[in-house]
């Protein structure tokens, strides 16, 4: 195993935690960087090219050669950008109810569980082990027109009866919340767990009440967590066409809908390259953007 | 005295929070009830509606078509990308947090890309690239695929568990005259095991829960996620429930088993 090369067996060793002056690092990373070059940049560059593709006139579906067009980046855009903001705005929404529901939940999980810390973290994570799509399914089924929700609802006189959940924008931003809860709520309980309780009792002590103390000294102190859980929750949400395609309607599609019916019904590999590619420069500006403000780099 | 209801009032606001995350936790556990006893259906072709109680579905959790062999392929493709995920994650993992060298930042910027790229665009772009090589998608296009999206997590999860360690403990082992090799063999590999054992975990169950980027790169290959896309439009049999219940609570047990055992270890 590469790892246990010590180049050098002298006491290089764990003093300032960081060995130096030596190849072991670079056998280390090899295998790995190789596989994330070959199979993240390289796929990356090469939707890039196909992104500038034009088939040619009376070739076979699916054929295309490189004219460096750009202007399939406007065209795409233009044709698509009611799905491009939607995508924006419902993953913006999705983010936003995620923290509202996350972060009551990460606090009371850090500071108010006592001996049930564990069993709750376990909770958290515990509806993943069950298949996303089974339970978005299974939301589909709950809120859908047969459901026992709508079913419930129209037990209630005025409730108009055509009332539906399922095929709404607000069905699809549920899903959207609810699938990338857990992505919210655990940077949010390790910002919170790390935070010292006698910094809250300090405030205390300098007559801060419980709000005062909340808003001024944890909420700070949590902000990496916030930072991480929003992103961890808008870009996976942003890219999202799972949710849309079972709990929306062909009205509530997101651009993820689009570059995979581009791909797969249509195969219009240069529009969908050109779309995934502006997805990903959007986001990356965005999440660039937004640690520059929130001032944290510890990310990674 | 004050009054019951102002009592209720009092113990209503203290438990404010409580009350808040058990509602929060109703929510998270809707859907795994609701898959969970409609696998109990007796339900025929489509599982929409209850139709009454029946262990068919779980003493036969292959009857419906193509759903074991699903299942199969997601495990193979699971413990494939897993192991090598883990390793090569791990190792980069130990070079980050052991090591000085040149292109570190360069390192955490290709680690992080991955996790920063929404799902549909590392599909999308890898199958452009095996399209534009002419390569079929199929079951090594998709274990491909799952090893580059777990790596980064397991560098993270490993990487935060290196961090932990107190550098005492190996500096103690060199101290009693552990040579380098010996001290990451009996030391630092042992303690960072939680820390390699919760990555494998956690790149299993992204692995075998992965739908968006296994689309893409799967060509005619079926996995458990794909099979139940694909048939949500006819309506989904129940024995995918099953499988879903039966995996939830699996990896339950394998969880509380490794915190048990963890307490264990450090109360000896």
């Known amino acids: ?300 | 005295m004050p009054s019951l209801n102002h009592r209720a009032a009092r113990w209503f606001s203290r438990n404010l929070i409580r009350i808040y995350a058990g509602l929060a936790f109703i929510y998270l556990f809707i859907p795994v009830a609701y898959t969970f006893a409609f696998s109990f259906n007796d339900a025929g072709k489509s599982n929409l509606v209850w139709q009454g109680f029946t262990l068919d579905n779980w003493k036969n959790p292959c009857g419906a078509p193509q759903v074991c062999q699903a299942v199969a392929n997601s495990l193979q493709i699971g413990i494939l990308s897993t192991t090598i995920a883990t390793v090569l994650g791990t190792m980069i993992a130990f070079a980050l947090g052991r090591h000085k060298f040149r292109g570190r930042t360069s390192t955490n910027l290709l680690i992080f890309l991955p996790m920063a790229t929404p799902e549909v665009v590392l599909g999308a772009s890898l199958l452009a690239m095996f399209l534009n090589l002419r390569i079929n998608p199929g079951f090594w296009t998709i274990v491909i695929s799952h090893v580059m999206f777990c790596i980064s997590f397991v560098v993270v999860t490993v990487k935060a568990r290196i961090a932990s360690l107190d550098p005492r403990l190996e500096q103690a082992a060199m101290d009693l005259y552990a040579n380098e090799r010996e001290t990451f063999r009996y030391v630092t590999l042992p303690l960072v095991m939680p820390g390699i054992a919760g990555a494998a975990l956690l790149a299993f169950s992204l692995s075998f829960d992965d739908f968006i980027i296994t689309n893409f790169n799967s060509g005619v290959v079926s996995t458990f996620p794909k099979f139940v896309y694909v048939s949500a439009a006819r309506g989904i049999p129940a024995q995918a429930n099953v499988i879903g219940s039966a995996m939830f609570f699996i990896a339950l047990i394998i969880v509380i088993v490794g915190q048990v055992v963890s307490r264990q270890r450090k109360k000896s």
């Open chain 1, 1 to 300: 195993m590469a790892f246990l090369h010590g180049a050098s067996s002298t006491h290089s060793g764990p003093k300032s935690g960081l060995k130096s002056r030596s190849i072991t690092p670079y056998l280390l990373l090899a295998p790995g960087l190789i596989w994330l070059v070959t199979f993240f940049i390289i796929p990356i560059l090469s939707l890039a090219s196909t992104s500038t593709m034009v088939r040619p006139e009376g070739a076979q579906v699916g054929t295309y050669v490189q004219e460096l067009r750009f202007q399939n980046y406007v065209d795409a855009f233009v044709s698509n950008q009611d799905q491009y903001l939607r995508s924006f705005v419902y993953a913006g929404i999705a983010t936003l109810l995620a923290l509202a529901i996350a972060y009551p939940l990460a606090y009371m999980i850090a500071f108010k569980s006592g001996k049930y810390r564990n069993i709750l973290l376990v909770l958290v994570v515990a509806p993943f082990f069950t298949s996303f799509l089974l339970r978005t399914i299974a939301w589909t089924q709950i809120l859908g027109d047969e459901g026992p929700v709508i079913s419930t609802l129209k037990l209630i006189p005025f409730v108009d009866d055509s009332i539906r959940l399922t095929a709404t924008p607000f069905a699809v931003v549920s899903g959207l919340t609810y699938n990338f809860l857990p992505f919210m709520t655990l940077p949010l309980y390790a910002s919170l767990e790390r935070i010292d309780p006698r910094t809250l009792e300090a405030a205390g002590d300098l007559y801060a009440n419980g709000f005062t103390t909340f808003r001024k000294v944890t909420v700070p102190l949590s902000m990496p967590g916030v930072v991480a859980g929003t992103l961890l929750t808008f870009i996976p949400a942003a890219g999202d066409y799972v949710n849309a395609a079972l709990l929306g309607n062909p009205s509530t599609k997101m651009i993820g809908n689009v570059i995979e019916s581009r791909f797969f019904a249509v195969v219009d590999y240069p529009t969908a390259a050109a779309l995934s590619f502006t997805l990903m420069a959007t986001i990356l500006i965005l999440v660039t953007l937004y640690i520059r403000k929130s001032g944290t780099d510890e990310l990674v």
